[in-house]
């Protein structure tokens, strides 16, 4: 045995030990190994990154699908993995409700009940109570309110939140918030001052240590608001931060300028997720402005209301226009749906009612948002990010409504 061949062998020796006590550690809570963040490479305010977690390396900026209950919408795990999703989201709320998060807790948790096994987030359910305006009351412990499926009553505070999230086992769970009208402007202030609350509270009541909490940014498209939000939630220390209340009625261009407030106070070395937000508009301007991580219902709300992302903008593939085109929806796109099928075959399924127009739409929504998001990541790594950003935008100009 020569002396290189001893040294090698002593070398792997001393890094598996390194993983054995970090993996005890992290299990006993002395150290967290997970949940740390490299920033690889910046450009502008653009980044690229890599965020750890039980499940994997998630590699940012990037998109999630939405699950909402425990499923994306007409696709199987595989094919969601196969249009190259790292990241599912699903809904508190909604799982608390249908099935019971206890019961998602004795299936060995989200990742083995829908056998998703890559990081997963879920949300706090904040959004979803709040959404029930004629059904709830909220007081400063937390939120009374009426299921939507059987009208039964039910109560949220920042610790049932937590404990929800913590059956349901995802990787990375929200602080529970509130979020209110924008247009609101004197109860904004209220709900924004309550959320800060609800945040303490919420990093007290959790106890998972495989588990990272974000706390939320919420304060309407107020600036000063946004500003004293965002400083307040960074200062919390939590593993990243959200950005709540954006995407529900404001313009973009206060989307844009919030962000332009928000963004440069929130801590370099955390990833920033910029919830319920997917337009590939949206996706260029917040990664332009610092995003790392977003996530929205609209690809696949869309693929089921027949409309598809296009260059050309967002197609209607109900209509007679497609009845005998040979084109694929994207000519330059790769996923299966636009490498086998032609626009009149789609519609055809969609005319027809069959599921299957559903699933190809899903394929090719989440597949167009995906890779655009990748191919972002690798333009910030190779330093050539601003000088795509233009054809970015041209090329999916449109796409915020629904053409013919």
Not at 166 to 179: P, Q, R, S, V, Y
């Amino acid at each position: 045995m020569t002396v290189l061949s001893i040294i090698i062998g002593f070398e792997e020796i001393k890094k598996k030990a390194e993983q054995i006590v970090s993996l005890f550690s992290y299990r006993l809570g002395i150290i967290s190994p997970m949940f740390e963040y490299e920033l690889l490479a910046k450009e502008g305010q653009a980044r690229a990154g890599v965020f750890q977690t039980p499940h994997g390396a998630l590699e940012t900026p990037v998109f999630a699908p939405v699950g909402t209950q425990a499923t994306v919408k007409l696709l199987t795990p595989e094919q969601v993995k196969g249009v190259g999703a790292s990241l599912v989201l699903s809904n508190t709320y909604h799982l608390y409700l249908r099935p019971g998060d206890e019961l998602v807790r004795d299936m060995g948790g989200l990742h083995n009940f829908m056998q998703w096994k890559g990081p997963m987030l879920t949300d706090s359910g904040g959004y979803q109570v709040f959404s029930l305006s004629n059904t709830r009351k909220v007081d400063e412990d937390g939120v009374t309110f009426k299921s939507h499926i059987d009208g039964s009553t039910h109560r949220f505070t920042p610790e049932k939140s937590i404990a929800i999230q913590e059956n349901l086992g995802a990787d990375i769970i929200m602080a529970f918030d509130e979020c209110a009208d924008p247009n609101d402007e004197a109860y904004i202030k209220l709900a924004m001052e309550r959320t800060h609350r609800w945040a303490e509270r919420s990093v007290k009541a959790h106890k998972r240590k495989d588990q990272a909490l974000f706390g939320i940014v919420q304060g309407g498209v107020n600036p000063d608001l946004r500003a004293a939000s965002a400083t307040f939630i960074s200062a919390l220390d939590t593993p990243g931060v959200a950005i709540g209340g954006l995407s529900v009625g404001e313009t973009k261009e206060e989307m844009h300028q919030t962000l332009d407030v928000v963004m440069p106070l929130l801590p370099e070395t955390k990833p920033r997720y910029l919830m319920g937000v997917g337009t590939p508009e949206d996706l260029i301007e917040g990664i332009r402005r610092g995003v790392d991580i977003f996530d929205c219902v609209l690809p696949t709300r869309l693929a089921r209301h027949h409309a598809a992302f296009s260059p050309e903008g967002r197609l209607n593939l109900k209509n007679a226009l497609f009845k005998r085109n040979e084109r694929p929806i994207d000519e330059n796109c790769t996923c299966y749906t636009c490498q086998t099928f032609t626009r009149a075959y789609i519609r055809h399924l969609v005319v027809a009612k069959e599921l299957l127009a559903g699933t190809l739409l899903s394929i090719h929504n989440l597949h167009a948002l995906i890779h655009l998001v990748k191919d972002m990541r690798a333009a910030i790594l190779d330093s050539t990010f601003e000088e795509k950003v233009p054809a970015w935008l041209n090329y999916w100009a449109g796409n915020a409504a629904r053409r013919n």
